[in-house]
């Protein structure tokens, strides 16, 4: 088995494994070109009337105030009216969203009403809700209903609303699958499926749960799989639950040419005095911070409150009314500082975010790349600054590797770098009380070494 490639055999494994890393490579070398960027600003825009979507979809957009397709649009949206199965590489903030709502609510318009038609899959509570505000706005005018699915609040009014009769279902795995199991949610009109961000599916321990979806959707439908790298397990799912897809690859993300780098090196100790005097010197109105672990953010934000700030903190050792109100202060404006763990890295969409603030490095450059990500979008400019420590390093070379130039390393003026640190407190006789706890560490399974492809920065040991 396998193909001949000069005089060597490969073996069809090492031969996806190859294409994938060239692949991600492409997509990478395509972020950190600002000639792309330029290319990308200057291409003929096109109008949503020349999708041939159905009149009634124009009055959302409209709403939404969208005047031209983004480039994922622009590939995707045809295609999907083709009723073509579709691999799109992108991130959250290209737009992918109405890409693949345009082309459900437009085929939802004609067929039945009151059954689930349609089914979108998404790693994270907050996603979930920011596609069905998305869909409420796109489906204005056409009377057809979407409700979120997810754990961490009350099952009886999504049980009620799957009662009401809706045709689309923006869910995470876990409770979908109980209200599958419970009869209360029934797959068997599904026509089109869309599994978003697959591989934070994945890292998130998701996929055996995203199998199982699969298997209770009906084999005759769309699949659509948007994913913004592609691991070798997203790719193996990719190739058994989709039929001859179309790939559209948009890895040309905005962060690139409208957010500027800069490393601030630091003590270990001295983060948290760096971190208030900086905000002192930027306009500090709309700062996200990221921290490794949920007990690092909550104790950042109590520091950055005490220093005078209004701050809220994102994490999942909180309720989920608990992270609803957070995140919508911050998009707001009640709260001007957010810190979060890497749970906010993907997908949010929050208008205008100033400052990324990395006050600790995170495990990947994927991980970078989501969350400098949360700023510099929609064409606006943004910072992201990240704290380094003289651990760091080796991530900072591979970074700079990936990104294709130096980042640049700044200190603040004035401030006292010759701080000693203060001295350790003794371990008590049964040492520390748990250790630092991060939110992958619950909301999912430690990733398998292999699922560290190349431009991934190896996983490093928690502190
Ligand atoms: P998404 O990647 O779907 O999260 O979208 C990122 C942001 O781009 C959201 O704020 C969308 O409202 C916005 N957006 C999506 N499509 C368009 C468009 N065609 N024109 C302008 N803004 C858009």
Redesign the pocket.
């Known amino acids: 088995m396998g193909a001949r490639i000069g005089r060597l055999r490969y073996n069809p494994v090492t031969i996806t494994v190859v294409i994938s890393a060239v692949f991600r490579c492409f997509r990478l070398r395509e972020i950190s070109s600002a000639g792309n960027a330029r290319l990308l600003k200057n291409r003929n825009k096109v109008n949503?009337t020349q999708f041939n979507l159905d009149s009634r979809l124009l009055a959302g957009?409209k709403k939404?105030?969208?005047?031209?397709?983004?480039p994922?649009?622009e590939a995707a949206i045809p295609a999907a009216l083709r009723g073509r199965d579709i691999i799109g590489t992108?991130?959250?903030?290209?737009?992918?969203?109405?890409?693949f709502v345009l082309p459900i609510l437009n085929k939802l318009l004609e067929g039945p009403r009151n059954a689930a038609r349609a089914l979108i899959v998404t790693p994270t509570r907050e996603l979930a809700d920011?596609?069905h505000d998305?869909i409420r706005v796109l489906a204005t005018g056409t009377r057809l209903r979407s409700a979120t699915i997810y754990g961490g609040v009350g099952a009886a009014p999504q049980i009620q609303a799957l009662r009401n009769g809706v045709e689309i279902l923006v869910a995470c795995p876990g409770r979908l699958l109980d209200l599958i199991a419970q009869g209360h949610a029934k797959m068997n009109r599904i026509e089109i499926l869309v599994l978003d961000e697959g591989d934070r599916m994945f890292d998130m321990g998701f996929l055996p749960d995203v199998r199982r979806i699969i298997a209770a959707v009906p084999a005759q439908r769309q699949t659509m799989l948007f994913s913004a790298t592609f691991p070798l397990e997203v790719e193996q799912l990719a190739a058994q639950s989709l039929k001859h897809p179309q790939r559209i690859a948009m890895g040309l993300s905005r962060p690139a040419y409208t957010v500027s780098h800069a490393l601030y090196p630091v003590p270990p100790h001295l983060k948290s005095p760096l971190l208030i005097e900086l905000l002192k010197r930027i306009d500090a109105n709309s700062v996200l911070v990221f921290t490794r672990t949920r007990r690092r953010a909550e104790k950042l934000q109590q520091q950055i409150r005490r220093a005078g700030y209004k701050a809220t903190s994102l994490h999942s050792d909180r309720t989920q009314g608990q992270r609803q109100a957070a995140l919508r202060g911050f998009k707001e404006g009640i709260h001007d500082i957010m810190v979060a763990t890497d749970i906010a890295a993907r997908?949010l969409?929050v208008?205008n975010i100033s400052h990324v603030i990395n006050y600790d490095m995170p495990d990947t450059a994927d991980a970078y790349i989501h969350r400098i990500g949360r700023t510099g979008?929609?064409q606006k400019t943004g910072d992201a600054f990240t704290f380094v420590t003289s651990e760091d390093e080796d991530l900072i070379r591979k970074l700079e590797r990936i990104m294709g130039q130096p980042l640049k390393r700044e200190t603040l003026e004035g401030f006292d770098y010759a701080v000693p640190a203060p001295p350790r407190p003794a371990p008590g006789p049964r040492g520390r009380r748990g250790a630092p706890r991060s939110d992958s560490r619950r909301e999912r399974p430690a990733p398998t070494p292999k699922s560290y492809g190349k431009n991934r920065l190896a996983p490093r040991r928690r502190k």
């Open positions: 949503f957009i939404a105030g969208y005047e031209t397709a983004t994922i649009q992108a991130q959250t903030g290209t737009g992918k969203t109405a890409a920011q596609i998305v997908g969409d208008e979008r929609a």
